[in-house]
C-alpha cells in the first residue's frame, strides 16, 4: 500500500513510527501521525498547519496534556536501575545475531489510524498519496485524537480541513 505514498508521505509516516517510539507508545494513532506530517516538516500538509500555527513542540506538548506524558524513567535506564546494561544486551545480540535482532519492531497501527491511511488512498483518488491526503485522512476522523488534538491547540479544525480539502 505504501508505494503508493509520495516519498515526503512515506517519510512523515517513518516520523509517526519515531514519535510513537519515542514515547513508548503500544499503537500509533493519528496523533502520531499528525506529529510525523509535521515532523516532515516539507510537505503541504506541514505547510498548512504552519498557517494555522500548529508546531511540533505545541503538538507535543498537546500530546501530553491530553493523553499523558511519556515515562518518566525511559526502558534504559529503568534497566540500569535494576543493573541490566541494555546497551551492552543490544551489543551482544547484534554479535551473535546480527544487527536485525535489535531492530525496533515497528509500532502497530491503531484502527483509528488505519482507517484515515485509507481514507488518505480515497482523498488521493488513484493519483499519488501526498501529506495532503493524509491530513484530510486524520481529520475525517472527527472524534480522533487528532482533532480532539488540534481543537486543545485552539485551531479551527473546520477551516483547516476546508484548507486542506483545496489541495487534496
Known amino acids: 500500500m505504501f508505494e503508493l505514498f509520495t516519498d515526503e508521505a512515506r517519510t512523515a509516516l517513518v516520523e509517526a513510527q519515531a514519535e510513537a517510539h519515542e514515547r513508548s507508545d503500544t499503537a500509533l494513532g493519528c496523533e502520531h501521525v499528525l506529529l510525523g506530517l509535521l515532523r516532515q516538516g516539507?510537505?503541504?500538509?506541514?505547510?498548512i498547519l504552519g498557517e494555522f500555527s500548529v508546531t511540533t513542540d505545541a503538538a507535543r506538548t498537546g500530546v501530553d496534556d491530553l493523553y499523558g506524558p511519556p515515562p518518566a524513567v525511559p526502558p534504559g535506564e529503568a534497566l540500569a536501575s535494576i543493573g541490566i546494561d541494555l546497551e551492552r544486551v543490544n551489543a551482544r545480540l547484534t554479535e551473535t545475531f546480527g544487527a536485525a535482532a535489535t531492530a525496533p519492531a515497528p509500532t502497530p497501527y491503531d484502527a483509528e489510524a488505519r482507517d484515515a491511511l485509507a481514507a488518505a488512498l480515497e482523498e488521493a483518488g488513484g493519483r499519488d498519496v501526498?501529506?495532503?491526503?493524509?491530513?484530510?485522512?486524520v481529520l475525517g476522523r472527527s472524534d480522533g485524537r487528532a482533532v480532539k488534538l488540534l481543537e486543545h491547540l485552539g485551531v479551527d479544525v473546520a477551516a483547516l480541513t476546508t484548507r486542506v480539502r483545496t489541495w487534496a
Open 130 to 137: 501526498g501529506t495532503e491526503h493524509v491530513l484530510a485522512g
Open 42 to 47: 516539507t510537505g503541504l500538509a506541514a505547510r
